[in-house]
T-cell receptor, first 113, second 117 residues
């Protein structure tokens, strides 16, 4: 399995601001994913980030709100833009192994006040 | 539309008991079914996964039972321990195959398991 780190681990932000979350993996991977997990809830896929192409967003998520970068095979960022209290969640990145198994980072806990 | 339904929402068992968590799916195109374990403040950790060509898979104390005709699968934890107390998520996906696009997981709603001494 891959070792995945995320920065920051948590943050408290004011509404209207933006936060960029970093995800770093210790090996090269083609597919990375970003999920949102609201407190006590399940995980919802935001987008798929394939190195060398534009991120693919799921229904209900748009690039203007959640821009994603994938500059190389070990790194990705997710920005949460123009934040509101409804964006308070845990944001998780994951990577896909060659066998389609998916491994998750520790998450970034975001609170918007 | 919730494509993966998980039950129960919470479960309490005694140490040594066998908790069973059930999931049902709707999309017959799903062909990969993993289970994740999540402790508070941590990311989900992959426990075990199954594909529909087998009806059961065991890894250590964890067993997945799969019923393709009923579109159901379940997780059994043998000889449960207090350290197994966590939230468990089932998930399902369609293997990307030659088209690529990534293995997009659809998660169940989660089961909070507590194993008491």
């Amino acid at each position: 399995s891959a070792v995945i780190s995320q920065k920051p681990s948590r943050d408290i932000c004011q509404r209207g601001t933006s936060l960029t979350i970093q995800c770093q993996v210790d090996s090269q991977v083609t597919m990375m994913f970003w999920y949102r997990q609201q407190p006590g809830q399940s995980l919802t896929l935001i987008a798929t980030a394939n190195q060398g192409s534009e991120a693919t967003y799921e229904s209900g998520f748009v690039i203007d709100k959640f821009p994603i970068s994938r500059p190389n095979l070990t790194f990705s960022t997710l920005t949460v833009s123009n934040m509101s209290p409804e964006d308070s969640s845990i944001y998780l990145c994951s990577v896909e192994a060659s066998t389609y198994e998916q491994y998750f980072g520790p998450g970034t806990r975001l609170t918007v006040t | 539309q919730q494509q993966v339904k998980q039950s129960p929402q919470s479960l309490i068992v005694q140490k040594g008991g066998i908790p069973i968590i059930n999931c049902a799916y709707e999309n017959t195109a799903f062909d990969y079914f993993p289970w994740y374990q999540q402790f508070p403040g941590k990311g989900p950790a992959l426990l075990i996964a199954i594909r529909p060509d087998v009806s059961e898979k065991k890894e250590g104390r964890f067993t997945i039972s799969f019923n393709k005709s009923a579109k159901q699968f379940s997780l059994h934890i043998m000889d449960s321990q207090p350290g197994d107390s966590a939230t468990y998520f089932c998930a399902a996906s369609i293997s990307p195959g030659l088209t690529g696009g990534g293995n997009k997981l659809t998660f169940g709603t989660g089961t909070q398991l507590k194993v008491e001494l």
